[in-house]
């Protein structure tokens, strides 16, 4: 780990994070045959699946019995667009978020007060995690609106009783200048946004100014190569947290301080993983993990059912020394509907990632181009290095860029030709990074 100080662990609600494993159990339990009861008499399409697949409410007598529901997915939810997925009338709806709906049609999700205060609970759960205190000032450069991760992170951090400082994204410079003028100890982001201003922060000169302490990051896969290269560049603790606004927004799962995986706020969510190909329970979830399924368990406005995240991860065992007792995920691996397949092969960004970051004068900005010659496909990769790399002499960069070929070939079991440019030449995004251009899905 990069020289940070590690905070102090708290757990902000010790009666429900580190409750026995056999009263959560018991709870779990109590709470699914809740949410599968409504779901059946309150939301039709729930109904007509539980139909079809034979299996009624009453079915389900423990906890395993989850896996006799069907699953739910992004496109079930798209065809209940706008409000046929809400089991509670409107004049009980307090809020609505919604997906971009760039990639089709928008799925809506819907909050009653008590969802709102429910949120609130798993946000101030998450933060406090991470190491924020009423002592701090938190910085949130995520988007205000239909995106839930601004909004659900600014009543999180006002639960806490810290200072927030609700900037939203973009307009890099003056987050910079917010940073120095206010104080700013905390700072909530994508880990792209997060390298992006660390590159800039480095690029003014006003490292010496800040006193930021923290990072909560979020909204997108990273690696753990991806951590270091963030504490390092913006002199932060750095912290992962999951969650989706499907079921919820962030606050699904987070990391502690001690950084030992995720802890999946169980209490609210029943988890699941399952092998993404077939749809049956994973063989291994320890070592070989698998796609994570999530049911609501205290959602009112829409309970979700054994939603498919498509995120892959594992479950990790043994105990947290923070002493919380739930289960606690790997971060997420990569997306399964990230995959590229590559001659065969299949390919992940985040293997690229961490391949990268693991070699002397490469900067964690890179971007991935596959396209197609005659049958055969095609990897590229454009990798920034570092200025004094990229004004070297010939010689050395030919061997840095032959260092990461072997190094990528090792890791994909597929070659990929690696060009290497200069420092600021890939896009910057202010939320999620765009990593992938798959041309062979044109023409």
């Known amino acids: 780990m990069s020289e940070v100080k590690k905070p102090e662990n708290r757990v902000w609600n010790p009666a429900c994070e580190c409750m026995s494993r056999k009263d959560l159990e018991t ?15 309150k939301v039709p399409y729930y109904r007509a699946k539980m139909e079809a697949a034979g ?13 006799k529901l069907p699953f739910t997915t992004k496109d079930d939810l798209r065809s209940c667009f706008p409000y046929k997925a809400f089991a509670v009338p409107m004049e009980d709806v307090v809020r609505i978020h919604a997906s971009s709906g760039t990639t089709g049609q928008a799925t809506v999700v819907g909050y009653t007060k008590q969802d709102l205060a429910t949120w609130s609970e798993l946000m101030a759960r998450l933060q406090t995690a991470a190491g924020v205190t009423k002592s701090d000032v938190v910085q949130i450069a995520f988007g205000y609106g239909f995106f839930t991760g601004g909004l659900g992170h600014h009543y999180g951090v006002e639960t806490v009783g810290a200072a927030v400082l609700p900037v939203s994204s973009g307009k890099s410079e003056r987050q910079i200048q917010i940073m120095k003028d206010y104080g700013t100890t905390a700072l909530i982001c994508t880990p792209s946004y997060g390298m992006y201003l660390a590159e800039l922060i480095n690029k003014l000169g006003a490292r010496k100014d800040l006193k930021l302490r923290l990072g909560l990051f979020g909204g997108e896969a990273w690696t753990d190569a991806m951590r270091q290269a963030l504490q390092k560049g913006l002199g932060v603790f750095a912290t992962d947290n999951y969650g989706l606004s499907e079921v919820m927004g962030p606050g699904v799962s987070c990391e502690c301080v001690e950084q030992t995986g995720m802890h999946l706020a169980e209490d609210h969510f029943l988890p699941e993983l399952i092998d993404p190909v077939t749809g049956d329970p994973a063989a291994d979830p320890a070592k070989t993990g698998g796609e994570l399924v999530i049911t609501t368990l205290t959602k009112e406005a829409i309970p979700v059912v054994r939603y498919r995240t498509r995120d892959l991860c594992t479950f990790l065992p043994g105990a947290c020394p923070c002493g919380r007792t739930g289960r606690r995920m ?41 396209s197609r010659e005659g ?46 440019v200069e420092p600021g030449s890939t896009p910057r995004s202010e939320g999620k990074a765009v990593r992938v251009i798959d041309r062979r899905k044109k023409g």
């Open 27 to 41: 709870l779990q339990l109590e709470r699914l045959q809740k949410v599968v009861r409504t779901a059946w008499a």
């Open 330 to 370: 790997s971060k997420v691996s990569a997306r399964s509907d990230d995959m590229l397949i590559i001659r065969g092969v299949n390919v992940y960004p985040q293997q690229i990632e961490e391949a990268l970051l693991s070699i002397e004068g490469v900067a964690p900005h890179y971007q991935i181009e596959v």
């Open 375 to 420: 049958a055969l496909d095609e990897l590229e990769v454009r990798v920034e290095v570092t200025e004094n790399l990229f004004f070297d002499e010939m010689q050395k960069q030919q061997a840095v860029k032959e260092k990461i070929e072997r190094k990528l070939e090792t890791s994909l079991a597929v070659h990929a030709k690696v060009r290497l």
């Open 55 to 67: 299996v009624a409410p009453q079915d389900v007598r423990t906890l395993a019995d989850v896996s």
